[in-house]
């Protein structure tokens, strides 16, 4: 498999300004092309740190992409030291400047000299023409290396990878096929799940098969890969991933692009059902992933925070007394919310979720104490779990794992 | 200014699954800290990788932070590779087993032969305890020069960056000072900011105060900065401080680590008050937000996410007549949502919002209009918002500019 080392020029991804989306979004189209990213390397807008990393490079890898430094104003940097470096005057470009002269035009702008020096590129490389903005990329090649420098405004630098750098690539260098498969799980901690599939992971050794696991809060990614991706590593990658289903069951939620929500929403249209929940400790997180998809409204109704307790009353019809008997972190009033609130809203199916985000403990109940409450068509029950100790962590783990209650009850 | 470089370990950072969050959140922390990040690096999980990042960084900066490889499965390997290079052996840590084993019974989980092995550490280097995770961070000292290793998890690392090892990184550096003043501000955008202030901000040259505009969605935030703090600096920062709020008026909701939840959470505590509120295209995400901060039952009661058109009538009483005649995304229908759960929750305050979130136009109203409705003690109001194209910004803009409203209203 090929190697390439992505270069990112830029003080704004040092300082934390901007967060390097640039990098992730390289390395998977890369990577689904069959290119490795073996590094990803964010630096200054220094030529002396252009240079030494572009050095290091040359001996590592065999493509470079470089982003960033190419705007008309501070830089030119980039474009400068990758003409020096490669022993190349900066020439005018023709079909550059015109383009650029037409794209202020067109923008009733003035066509400055800043702007016509965009046109001057090294003598030797192959321009990379920019159909979204002005400063074009470059392509240099150097004992059967690729250097490529684009900008590094995203949409800039994805259309020229996607329409021209990409492809180009896999030409250049004839490259290989990779296949991932991501088996998505929830409830079972990473090393759990590693001690449950310890003899599986073993297997996967003799096929070549690369396992990496991806874990956040709540839920870890299995991720297989095979490089080459002939007929039998694709059968082998198949038969691994049955064998990992029998022993995970119902831990796994999805593949690949899923979510926990995508997964849901799927479900309940196909069953033309609807949903609503009651929060309270999670306090509209749930409400708010369910809405953040597009189309969510084909299935879910909407719901109430009661952050108070009285609302549980007031809203969901919660008898107090049956507070007062069992504590609003209860399995009693986790049902008697779920049930409360598909009344009130006329849903098909309803969650609840009532417990102790944290930071201090409520009622004797320790902190990531939690109770969630599913009420159907044809029954209501509430399950208890203990998370940890963060609040912004129990809140997601209290989302998830109620998504995923619904999950396991309708599929 | 001592230099840093950042090595964040993981497979899922080059093939662009995970987005490089902890490599901008460290930068921005460490930036702030005096600390300057010259480079930032992201390797595969393997260990010739981790071991030429780690002497190559070794050779060009005095402090090396790295993250991930540290969880109990297989593919990470940090924790053997350093010990490896800095030829120590790996020795039980009897504080952190006995801290894992209490985290895992604490939690009623059994405690694993894997689990076991995280308590394995190498025998020279300090251990960084992690509080919220079973990863122990490793600090390694290495003729005058600073390694040290955190787990990948954010919260986790971010736990240890703020307890340890910054402080600890500033006190061996003896990190010169510096002064952030932060003035946050909401409502107005990035470039209209810039012309406003454009006069003042070419007088920070003389006084040597350094200007940042951080932007996010909804908000930009104006960072001084001085190199040093003389009382001097100070004065003259404090001084441009008071312009600078003369320039931009109501538009400045706060200072430094403030953020438009605790600045209206501190002023509703102040007045005694409480809060609902009432959800349509935010889906859940301003009541979300407000409980995402620990403490926020002394005002919040909670409210109701009315994503149907149904629940704003049987949840918030409005009358289904003003919502044929005027549409669901109105003044009428914001006003209505706004009273309708001010007296359903019996709050003092309640805000409403009813939109197009997008992707669809709605009732013949474009992507990102939006009413925000606000109820008080004394009157009821709506104003109208028209944001972009995006539904994930359009959420966020509009929870944030619904915030807003309050605080002008109760400030």
């Known amino acids: 498999m090929v190697n390439a080392k992505l270069i ?17 979004w390289m390395g998977s189209e890369l990577n689904q092309h069959g290119i490795r990213v073996a590094e990803s390397i964010a630096i200054a807008d220094q030529p002396a740190a252009i240079l030494s990393a572009l050095e290091n490079a040359l001996e590592e890898v065999s493509i470079i992409l470089i982003t960033g430094g190419l705007g008309p104003t501070k830089d030119d940097l980039t474009k400068h030291t990758l003409a020096a470096f490669f022993n190349q005057e900066l020439v005018i470009n023709d079909e550059v400047m015109a383009r650029n002269r037409a794209y202020f ?35 240099f090649e150097w004992r059967g290396k690729v250097v490529v420098s684009m900008p590094g405004v995203p949409y800039e630098m994805q259309g020229m990878m996607t329409d021209e750098i990409i492809p180009s690539l896999c030409q250049y260098f004839k490259c290989p096929r990779i296949v991932h498969r991501t088996i998505l799980t929830t409830g079972v901690g990473e090393s759990f799940l590693a001690d449950r599939i310890a003899a599986w992971e073993e297997s996967l050794q003799k096929d070549s098969i690369h396992l990496a696991y991806l874990p956040s809060p709540g839920m870890v990614k299995l991720r297989m890969s095979v490089y080459g991706g002939s007929d039998a590593q694709l059968e082998a990658m198949r038969q691994r991933e049955l064998e990992l289903l029998g022993l995970l069951g119902d831990t796994v939620y999805g593949f690949d692009e899923d979510t926990l929500i995508t997964v849901v929403a799927k479900r309940l249209k196909e069953l033309g059902a609807t949903l609503s929940v009651a929060e309270s400790c999670t306090g509209g ?127």
Chains 1, 2 share one sequence.
């Open 105 to 139: 035009e067109s923008r009733g702008l003035p066509f400055l000299e800043t702007n016509e020096k965009q046109a001057e590129l090294p003598s030797g490389c192959r321009v990379i023409h920019n159909m979204r903005g002005t400063a074009s990329g470059m392509r």
């Open 285 to 411: 997180r749930i409400s708010h992933e369910l809405t953040s998809v597009a189309g969510s409204s084909a299935y879910f109704l909407g719901g109430v925070v009661t952050y108070h307790e009285q609302l549980k009353s007031n809203l969901l019809d919660v008898d107090p007394q049956l507070i007062a008997e069992h504590g609003v972190v209860s399995r009693e009033v986790a049902a008697a919310m779920a049930e409360g609130v598909r009344k009130t809203c006329r849903s098909d199916y309803a969650l609840s979720v009532t417990g102790v985000a944290g930071p201090d403990a409520l009622e004797g109940k320790p902190v990531g104490y939690i109770w969630i409450g599913l009420s159907t068509p044809d029954r209501t029950f509430a399950q208890d779990f203990q998370f940890g100790r963060s609040r912004q962590n129990n809140i997601s783990m209290a989302t998830w794992a109620a998504l995923n209650l619904l999950r396991k009850e309708i599929l």
């Open 8 to 24: 990112c020029i830029g003080d704004e991804l040092l300082i934390g300004q901007t967060i390097n989306t640039n990098a992730a």
